[in-house]
């Protein structure tokens, strides 16, 4: 079955901190891989899209690696601001030719002054 | 750009009332539109893709005639909750893919709505 898991489930950090949050998936063949912010009782805005040969993706301090061999990624923050606060959701599309993503639980993430 | 919208943002309504949900692509058009649930705490769960001037296909579990969706044009897909109950109450979120450019290249890049929260009372 295709899955997509996040972990933490969520992460409380001070302000100015760095923290990195996992996405593990299952699905197979794989297409791309995106990581989403979506800000409470907003939909999801794209941060990064990878593809199977890029390995890191940057947008601002957002900072989003791939291993495509252990099917991990990875979103990593630098220097939290308070407006960093939100879920970040990371999805995946597979390969087979449906546009369907599949979403993984998502990580909250608090950032406190 | 490429900018969904939503609307309302938001509605109450009584029980066994119907609602719709409108989403719009605003500067692009959209042959396929999606429509998500999310619970509290949750991830998005796909509803139904929405292709315009066909019927949508629903995902296992989702009763067709309850989540009725119209999509009329390349522009807006309508989702309506008929004779919504309280269990109905949740976050809807759309979003909408590019048609095909002239030369027949497809973009899968599903752009978000803003959602709309729904409280049926």
Redesign the interface.
């Known amino acids: 079955k295709n899955q997509v898991e996040q972990s933490p489930q969520s992460l409380i950090i001070l302000e100015g901190k760095n923290c990195t949050l996992q996405c593990n998936y299952t699905v197979s063949p794989f ?1 791309n891989l995106r990581w ?1 912010k979506q800000d409470t ?6 941060l990064t ?1 990878m593809t199977f040969s890029e390995n890191t993706k940057s947008n601002g301090r957002y900072t989003a690696t791939l291993d495509a061999d252990t099917k991990q990624s990875s979103l990593h923050i630098t220097a939290s601001q308070l407006s960093d606060s939100a879920s970040y ?1 990371c999805v995946v ?1 597979g390969a087979s030719g449906t ?3 599949i ?4 990580t ?1 993430l608090k950032v406190l002054a | 750009g490429a900018v969904v919208s939503q609307h309302p943002s938001w509605v109450i309504c009584k029980s066994g009332t119907s609602v719709k949900i409108e989403c719009r692509s605003l500067d692009f058009q959209a042959t396929t539109m999606f429509w998500y649930r999310q619970f509290p705490k949750q991830s998005l769960m796909l509803m139904a893709t929405s292709n315009e001037g066909s019927k949508a296909t629903y995902e296992q579990g989702v009763e067709k005639d309850k989540f009725l969706i119209n999509h009329a044009s390349l522009t807006l897909s309508t989702l309506t909750v008929t004779s919504a109950h309280p269990e109905d109450s949740s976050f809807y979120i759309c979003s909408a893919r590019k048609s095909r450019d002239r030369v027949g290249r497809a973009e899968e890049t599903q752009y978000f709505g803003p959602g709309t929260r729904l409280l049926v009372l």
Do not use: L, N, Q
């Open positions: 297409s989403y009782g907003r939909g999801p805005v794209s899209i959701i599309r546009y369907k993503y979403f993984g639980t998502g909250r």
